[in-house]
């Protein structure tokens, strides 16, 4: 699929992230994000993404001009300097749409895909491939697509990803009521015996 547009929003109904891909040619590709694999996903994906900027910085070094003065902190640099610019080059403020060619139901079908494992590959090509695999128990057929991304487009579906988990508020801690501050080593809580039993859940 050659990508035109992604957006990843929270939904708070599901406590999940829909991702939603559609390519120039048409077509939409949707699919949930639960707040697990989305917090082992996230520093892979900032890793490998790293590694597809510092790749690109290398081969840009490649040139006599670069070779020449080329040293570790420099490359460093310029790494940097390339993620920056994969950033600022990439369309924040366009909203989604899907294509005016696009058909009128998903590509893989109405409902979108409950992601249960993705696999991220940094090719020798400098391209990012994401696998995402719905499998699920009693179903017939795993459904699965795979994208390619540029270092724009990776870094841009970074950010996505780390707006989106600060609009979900997974990772803030819960505020329990009537509690001002926990109880100190040196202020030990006094507690009543006929406390009820803890309930669990499964």
């Known amino acids: 699929m050659n990508i035109h547009q992604v957006s990843v929003s929270y939904v708070q109904e599901q406590d999940r992230l829909l991702i ?3 390519g120039k040619e ?5 699919a949930w994000l639960t707040r697990r694999l989305v917090l082992a996903l996230l520093p892979v994906l900032s890793q490998t993404t790293t590694e597809q900027i510092g790749k690109l910085a290398a081969a840009a070094a490649t040139t006599p001009q670069a070779a020449a003065g080329a040293d570790p902190q420099r490359g460093q640099l310029l ?8 950033l600022r080059s990439g369309d924040f403020e366009t ?20 992601l249960t494992e993705v696999k991220v590959t ?5 391209q990012l491939r994401l696998q995402l695999f719905e499998k699920l128990p009693g179903q017939e057929a795993v459904r699965t697509f795979q ?13 996505l990803l780390h707006q989106s988990v600060n609009a979900s508020q ?7 009521a009537g509690l001002d501050h926990p109880a100190s080593d040196t202020e030990p809580a006094e507690l009543a015996a006929d406390l009820p039993k803890p309930k669990y859940l499964n």
Request: aromatic share 4%; net charge negative.
């Open 79 to 86: 790494a940097a300097f390339e993620t920056e610019a994969a």
């Open 26 to 30: 048409g077509g939409e590709l949707r």
């Open 95 to 114: 909203p989604y749409q899907p294509a005016d060619n696009a058909p009128a139901e998903p590509l893989l079908g109405p409902e979108p895909l409950l």
């Open 20 to 22: 939603r891909i559609n």
């Open 122 to 126: 940094l090719l020798g090509s400098g």
């Open 170 to 176: 997974w990772l803030q801690l819960p505020v329990i």
């Open 147 to 159: 994208v390619m991304m540029d270092p724009q487009l990776s870094n841009g579906l970074l950010q």
